[in-house]
């Protein structure tokens, strides 16, 4: 008794038809991109180094600004928290991963979403809005968990935003880089949405 084989092209059609859906697109480069931001994080050289209990990654930020365009807020802040999980479950991160990277993330996300409703040919300038949620978001809750010193002491505060934005800024312009090396080559946000 011989089954019938599924022709060959129906199959490929079936497979053109799952990966053409925003969201199927959207989650496959999510997890790419968790995959490339925790090798990144290795291979950090800052990331060896504690400055009060924070690791500067510039690495993180520069994941977050090129998903906050291209995949937006909701994968944006997914990628970022499973970057912070893995990072801090392995060693290379600590708790502040998670409220400077998110925070990044959210930012990014939503201005890249008024830009693509308003300016969309100008929608990878949200880039450079992640230090605006890392710094003083991030940085805010940072002080907020671990303040050196006092919580009320002001200086813990800037110390907090100032070791944020070492990481964050660098970071953030790289992401733009990218972007725009990724405009160039034809792969933008459209792909995604």
Same mark, same amino acid.
């Given at each position: 008794?011989?089954?019938?084989?599924?022709?060959?092209?129906?199959?490929?059609?079936?497979?053109?038809?799952?990966?053409?859906?925003?969201?199927?697109?959207?989650?496959?480069?999510?997890?790419?991109?968790?995959?490339?931001?925790?090798?990144?994080?290795?291979?950090?050289?800052?990331?060896?180094?504690?400055?009060? &209990? +924070?690791? %500067?990654?510039? @690495?993180?930020?520069? =994941?977050?600004? !090129?998903?906050?365009?291209?995949? $937006?807020? *909701?994968?944006?802040?997914?990628?970022?928290? &499973? +970057?912070? %999980?893995?990072? @801090?479950?392995?060693? =290379?991160?600590? !708790?502040?991963?998670?409220?400077? $990277?998110? *925070?990044?993330?959210?930012?990014?996300?939503?201005?890249?979403?008024?830009?693509?409703?308003?300016?969309?040919?100008?929608?990878?300038?949200?880039?450079?809005?992640?230090?605006?949620?890392?710094?003083?978001?991030?940085?805010?809750?940072?002080?907020?968990?671990?303040?050196?010193?006092?919580?009320?002491?002001?200086?813990?505060?800037?110390?907090?935003?100032?070791?944020?934005?070492?990481?964050?800024?660098?970071?953030?312009?790289?992401?733009?880089?990218?972007?725009?090396?990724?405009?160039?080559?034809?792969?933008?946000?459209?792909?995604?949405?």
């Amino acid at each position: 008794m011989s089954e019938k084989v599924p022709n060959n092209i129906e199959g490929i059609n079936e497979e053109k038809r799952f990966f053409n859906t925003s969201i199927n697109r959207k989650v496959a480069a999510s997890g790419i991109f968790i995959a490339v931001g925790l090798v990144l994080s290795y291979l950090n050289p800052f990331g060896y180094f504690y400055i009060f &209990g +924070i690791k %500067i990654n510039p @690495f993180a930020h520069f =994941i977050n600004a !090129i998903t906050g365009v291209l995949v $937006g807020l *909701t994968f944006s802040c997914i990628v970022a928290l &499973g +970057i912070a %999980i893995l990072r @801090f479950s392995i060693g =290379i991160g600590t !708790i502040h991963a998670f409220h400077g $990277g998110i *925070t990044g993330a959210f930012i990014v996300g939503i201005f890249s979403s008024l830009l693509r409703k308003k300016y969309p040919k100008y929608v990878e300038l949200a880039a450079f809005t992640e230090p605006l949620g890392t710094i003083f978001l991030g940085g805010t809750i940072g002080h907020l968990i671990a303040p050196i010193g006092s919580i009320f002491a002001i200086e813990s505060l800037f110390t907090y935003w100032s070791l944020f934005a070492l990481s964050c800024i660098p970071g953030s312009i790289m992401g733009f880089i990218i972007l725009i090396v990724l405009k160039q080559a034809k792969i933008t946000w459209e792909d995604f949405f």
